[in-house]
């Protein structure tokens, strides 16, 4: 609703960041408005811009960053969304391991 609800502002801006505690592949809703065009995944699109594969953003405790691969334990679940008139003005993405929360990546934006 709050994804629908910010689009009706127009050409305003937006960044959203989340932690979605699920994969956003099963997030139907949050799956219908990035490919309806209203919102940008501002990592997936960086790493597809390259020829990769989206690198996972949380890992249970357990495991070590050692790779960054979506596998059993490591996820991606926290993410960046931009609708387009914020995504122009991005620069850049970064996804950084082992700083604060251990089990979380970070992402900056420029």
């Known amino acids: 609703m709050l ?3 910010v ?3 127009g050409d305003v801006p937006v960044v959203i960041t989340i932690d979605t505690n699920s994969d956003i592949e ?3 809703n949050l799956q219908q408005q990035i490919v309806a065009g ?3 995944d501002v990592g997936a699109h960086h790493y597809q811009c390259r020829g990769l594969q ?3 953003t949380h890992k249970t405790y357990d495991l070590k960053w050692d790779t ?3 596998s059993p334990g490591k996820t991606r679940i ?3 969304l931009a609708n ?3 995504f122009a003005m991005i620069t850049d993405f970064r996804q950084t391991y082992g700083l604060g929360c251990d089990s979380h990546a970070m992402l900056e934006l420029d």
Request: hydrophobic share 45%; no cysteine.
């Open 68 to 70: 960054k691969e979506v």
């Open 3 to 5: 994804l629908r609800r």
């Open 78 to 80: 926290d993410i960046i």
């Open 38 to 40: 209203h919102w940008i």
């Open 84 to 86: 387009r008139p914020a």
């Open 7 to 9: 689009t009706q502002l």
């Open 54 to 56: 989206p690198e996972a």
């Open 26 to 28: 099963n997030m139907a």
